[in-house]
């Protein structure tokens, strides 16, 4: 077991995502079960009965203008001619996405539907989609909507950055001033990809003006705007924070309420971007919204704790070669990685989680588990978690004192889908002290592989990470 890695004391900076292996299948893998059904013992109606759950709990993203826009839900012909789709799509709770199960810790923003409304949808689709009389619509008092952030200062590139020539992955950092003449807080953000084909992920960092020099020295070196980063940032700074993240159905971001993290007009936002160039090149102006509030203002100051777990993925039970050996996986990352990977290699993190490689013996690639308990070394409000795998995630446990009559799932997502990835935050803030146990649990598939190996750490398109950030009260003074 080892104490829970403080972001801001230590120079240590884990990044997030890879490329896509598989594309996007309009089919979900690794289906839900159907919710259990409730019974309905009318015949419900599309005005009477479905319009008011899909305004309340589909139109923020199925509206012309927002996310999923292209599906207009709004429109009464298209929904009702899509009763099959739609019954279907939400009895396995692929709409509206939202991956922690109920046995996670109650949610802010839960989009989840209640198994009644599932079985009202259902019993209208079976009912051959009654329309009703437009009249009995009645507007629902809630509504789920995507949050609206400010844009107090917007975080872009006066000219498009265009990734280099002759690679998959290209890992680009940028610096920003923050435009501010006296301290503030940070209570929200926004990231905007521009290229959405070759954006991978964007990883927000806060450090302070001792990394100026660094950051002077690397800027535009090689001519063009910004300069390459893998693992982290690039530069030395004696504080850094990990302030914001990005990676697919990240959506637009306020921090809990009374809260943010303090920003000084000295300090620098480094934007760190993943391309992956798989399906081409284009200059890239993406864009991060930042929200602020004062700086006197009584929020509490937020603070980023990082978990970084092992992976240990063998090959799929019948695959063999050379690329099914372990030691092989770990020659081919020195030889991409380099120096930058040394804590990230995977005996260091087994060794940080007081394991060895024997504790895997059973490990199977297309079921195969890892995990790590962090003691909590002091007294914390913890306010909300992102788990974060690669597309052969399977599932992914954030548990408190587990094995433990007060065992406790924090957050539990059973099928991890690449594509959707939060920064859940609790309805309670969860009070963890000294003595417990945070154990972080990831499960993963290498049959997902279209090019089975073995799999250790890494940020990039083959890698895979077990990597998880605590969102808490600033224990500092
Ligand atoms: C948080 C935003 C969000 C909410 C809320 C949401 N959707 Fe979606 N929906 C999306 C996105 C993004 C896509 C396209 C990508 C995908 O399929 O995952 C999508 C896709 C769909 C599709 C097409 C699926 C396919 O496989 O082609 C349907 C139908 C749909 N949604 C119905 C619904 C219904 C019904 C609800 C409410 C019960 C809902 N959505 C709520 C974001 C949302």
Known sequence: ?????????????LLTSSLLIFAHGDEPHDEPEPAASVTVDFVPTYYGDVKPILSENC????????????????????????ADDLAYLTSIRYMPPWMPSQDSLPMQHDRSLSEYDIAVIAAWME??????????????????????????QILQLDEGYMPEEGVDDDYRCFAFTPDVDVPVFLTGYDFLP?????VHHGIVYLVDDSALADITRNDGADGRPGWSCYTGTGVNSSREEFVGTWAPGTLPTLFPAGTGYKVLPDDIFIVQIHYNL?????ADRT?????????DSDLLKLATFELQGPVEIPCPTGVEGEQCEREWAIQRATELYGENWINFRPDHLLNECGQTITDYADNVGEDATTHCDYDIPLP??????FG??????????????????????VLDIPAWDFHWQDRYQFQEPLQVTFGDVLRMTCNWDNTLSDDPRYVVWGEGTRDEMCFATLMVIDPRP
């Open 1 to 13: 077991m080892r104490f829970i890695r403080y972001a801001l004391l230590t120079a240590l900076i």
């Open 59 to 82: 139109i923020g993203c199925h509206t012309p203008g927002q996310i999923a826009g292209d599906i207009d839900l709004t429109d009464d012909f298209v929904v009702q001619s899509s």
């Open 127 to 152: 009912a051959g989609a009654p329309s009703g009389e437009a009249g009995d619509y009645v507007e629902p008092e809630a509504h789920y909507n995507l949050a609206e952030v400010r844009a107090d």
């Open 194 to 198: 521009d290229v959405a084909a070759q």
């Open 278 to 282: 798989l399906q081409g090149r284009q």
């Open 287 to 295: 864009a991060v919204h930042m929200q602020y509030e004062a700086g």
């Open 380 to 385: 914390l409000t913890v306010l909300g978690a």
């Open 388 to 409: 974060h795998l690669h597309e052969l995630g399977k599932s992914f446990q954030l548990e408190l004192n587990p094995d433990t009559d007060d065992a406790l799932m």
